[in-house]
């Protein structure tokens, strides 16, 4: 697995800065979540980890190395989207196998990590249906079944359950929890859902409008919120 180093980031359409330069970083192996207000800039901030988005200013370090110039595929990332985007005219194992297809692993091995990562998700029995026949949890599954058959070195989510009841969710988050204790990949989840973050990371950042206000673990955030804002988002009473 590999670190994570975000030094000093900006980010600005055009005259419009929505990222004032933030820092953080996340140790191999660790599940930070990154929480914060809509439009405060999780997403601009996750995709540019990614390599989705031009960075305009600073740098991101993965396993050491600025990967400011590096294409998204080879910074060895997968990243899991709250909208699952599933192609709907494949089954499940070739929604599956797309991305070992892309960079041409012979067939049995495709066959072999699709397996493999089916069985880790429960989707043994559901290989061959197409998505328009999955509930909402199975297709999350799915979705998260292509990001880790590539055994990525870092795990991006987005909001990845923020479409699904209020249950699944439930159940959704221990089993992505089980999946980073079984995996250890690093994992950075953005969440706008405090809950989800106490329970499932080791430690968060929380944002508001482009800036970092306060990265600790979710006992140190409860304990010793830095301000009334960070207090009120994690819901302890400051
Ligand atoms: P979050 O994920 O925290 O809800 P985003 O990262 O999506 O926030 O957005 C942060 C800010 O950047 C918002 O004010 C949003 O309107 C703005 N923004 C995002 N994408 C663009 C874009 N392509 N052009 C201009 N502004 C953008
Ligand atoms: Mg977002």
Redesign the pocket.
Same mark, same amino acid.
Do not use: F, N
């Given at each position: 697995m590999a670190s994570v180093e975000i030094r000093n980031v900006v !980010?600005r359409?055009?005259s419009?800065e $929505? $990222?004032h330069g933030v820092s953080a970083e996340i140790a191999d192996g660790e599940f930070v979540a990154l929480v914060?207000?809509?439009?405060?800039? !999780?997403?601009?901030?996750l995709r540019m980890i990614a390599g989705l988005e031009e960075i305009s200013d600073g740098a991101v370090v993965i396993g050491g190395d600025i990967v400011n110039e590096v294409a998204p595929k080879d910074r060895n990332i997968s990243m899991v989207f709250q909208n699952y985007a599933l192609y709907p005219h494949m089954t499940v194992a070739e929604n599956m196998a797309f991305a070992l297809r892309l960079a041409r692993l012979p067939k049995d091995e495709q066959k072999k990590k699709v397996g493999e990562a089916a069985t880790m998700l429960g989707l043994e029995g559901l290989l061959d249906r197409y998505p328009g026949q999955l509930s909402g949890g199975q297709r999350q599954r799915v979705a998260m079944g292509r990001a880790i058959v590539r055994r990525p070195e870092v795990f991006l989510f987005?909001e990845p359950l923020s479409n699904l009841d209020a249950k699944l969710r439930v159940q959704m988050r221990a089993e992505i929890k089980g999946l980073h204790q079984r995996l250890r990949t690093t994992s950075i989840y $953005?969440t706008?859902d405090q809950i989800e973050a106490m329970t499932m990371a080791d430690r968060i950042v929380v944002?508001r409008d482009?800036n970092v206000e306060q990265i600790g673990t979710p006992l140190e955030l409860f304990d010793n919120p830095r301000n009334l804002f960070v207090a009120s988002f994690i819901g302890s009473p400051a």
């Open positions: !980010k359409y055009g419009l $929505v $990222v914060g207000p809509s439009g405060c800039g !999780k997403s601009t901030l987005d $953005v706008h944002m482009g």
